[in-house]
């Protein structure tokens, strides 16, 4: 089988580094990728919203298999593309139809889903720049902290929570007539925040049945005591020590099902994954939001605990015979510690030169993953905010961070950057 996977992070290096281990692999090729992505398959200068120049790619190549690693081309529609051309007719595409994407691309919509299924969900109200004012008097009747988040896609960075209330309602505005976030912000949900701990439950589907993977928990916040900015992820672990089996038999019944269950019910086009964000609040599961392709750096650490051959189980899943997978899935703690350029998520300088990775190999225990770098003049460089990804497995979290630092240390660049606290919050 010839697969194209598009996106050139962590997602993509992880997914065709665990896709390269199988028999049925033929070709890969990683759309536009990155230097780890080049160890273990081909590289192709794509641009990933130019769904023209994928199609021919997919022709020459004899592409069996397109893997949609990020949520902009699934937003923009990919999927549609290629499924109203007969010539693609036999082509398997792991991600959901545009408007399966709208869980992800448009938070009111996923709001109003959830609503509609039974979902459990913080409550809300969502606003446009027409009604500015009256966003600001819901915002008088909430509780602080405010949180606020732009509707459409902003890197994961479309969320405020602000303690105070002038506050929130100048952010408000700033968001709905500046255009902070952009045409993101062009419409704000506010909800209710929600005091607990955060994980994520990753879902592979074919949208009637489903396979509930590894759980994980990212660290968003580029500070260490979850202080500073919303990232786009410093860390994860997999499993969640406070998810035991009782609370995930919780979210199997009262998250996953009805949310799968609606994709059928709406006649939903959906093959892939989804990614639910949640809160443990108390002992109760609530949906923060959706997400409808696999997180980073959580996919790092939930991938390579999945033992089953993943070729053959996304193409099973593309076939509609996903009930027919039993998964398997190592009992290992997973941990990645992500390490990043100096000044992300703001602005930052890429071509640093990255050293020491010529003496660390990937084993059974440790995975270097690579998000923004590339290959220049025989040499590694930075490429990107997020830089590379230290996955370490054991049989406790604990020691896998232990794993994962020790080799953070290794590796170097200028302005390296990565969070010590790791893992503090769950002793």
Do not use: W
């Not at 080049?38 to 997919?58: G, P, T, Y």
């Not at 896998?400 to 769950?426: P, S, W």
């Amino acid at each position: 089988m010839n697969v194209l996977i598009l996106g050139s992070g962590g997602r993509e290096h992880t997914l065709a580094y665990k896709i390269a281990q199988s028999p049925s692999c033929k070709s890969l090729y990683v759309a536009p990728g990155n230097a780890g992505t080049a160890q273990c398959s081909i590289n192709l200068e794509l641009d990933i919203l130019n769904f023209q120049e994928i199609a021919l790619a997919v022709k020459k190549h004899q592409i069996d298999m397109l893997i949609v690693g990020p949520e902009a081309p699934l937003v923009e529609g990919i999927k549609d593309y290629f499924d109203d051309r007969s010539e693609f007719s036999n082509l398997k595409i792991v991600g959901p139809s545009k408007y399966g994407a709208l869980l992800e691309g448009s938070k009111k919509r996923a709001k109003e889903f959830m609503k509609a299924h039974n979902v459990p969900t913080a409550a809300y109200q969502s606003f446009d720049k027409d009604s500015l004012e009256a966003g600001k008097v819901f915002l008088t009747t909430m509780q602080p902290p405010y949180v606020l988040k732009a509707d459409g896609l902003a890197g994961g960075k479309g969320v405020l929570i602000l303690n105070s209330l002038k506050e929130a309602q100048d952010e408000l505005e700033n968001m709905l007539t500046n255009n902070k976030f952009g045409k993101a912000s062009e419409k704000v949900v506010i909800e209710e925040f929600l005091k607990g701990i955060e994980l994520s439950v990753f879902v592979l589907t074919d949208g009637k049945h489903y396979l509930t993977l590894p759980n994980a928990k990212d660290y968003k916040r580029i500070g260490e005591g979850d202080t500073g900015l919303n990232t786009g992820g410093m860390g994860a672990i997999s499993p969640v020590p406070f998810a035991d089996e009782a609370f995930m038999k919780k979210v199997d019944e009262e998250v996953v099902k009805p949310s799968i269950d609606g994709l059928y019910k709406e006649n939903i086009n959906y093959i892939g994954f989804l990614f639910i964000g949640l809160m443990k609040v108390g002992d109760k599961p609530f949906v923060v939001e959706y997400n409808v392709r696999l997180g980073d750096p959580e996919t790092e650490v939930v991938i390579p605990r999945i033992k089953n051959d993943l070729l053959d189980l996304l193409s099973k899943t593309c076939e509609g015979s996903i009930s027919e997978i039993e998964l398997e899935i190592d009992p290992k703690y997973a941990s990645t510690v992500m390490l990043v350029s100096g000044g992300y998520p703001e602005s930052y300088e890429k071509g640093k030169v990255i050293t020491g990775l010529e003496n660390i190999k990937n084993t059974d225990d440790l995975f270097i993953c690579h998000a923004g770098t590339k290959n220049k003049n025989d040499q590694v460089i930075t490429n990107g905010g997020r830089v590379l990804a230290v996955t370490a497995f054991d049989d406790n979290f604990h020691d896998a961070l232990q794993t994962a630092y020790k080799n953070v240390e290794n590796i170097n660049f200028d302005k390296k950057y990565f969070r010590r606290d790791l893992g503090q919050d769950l002793v």
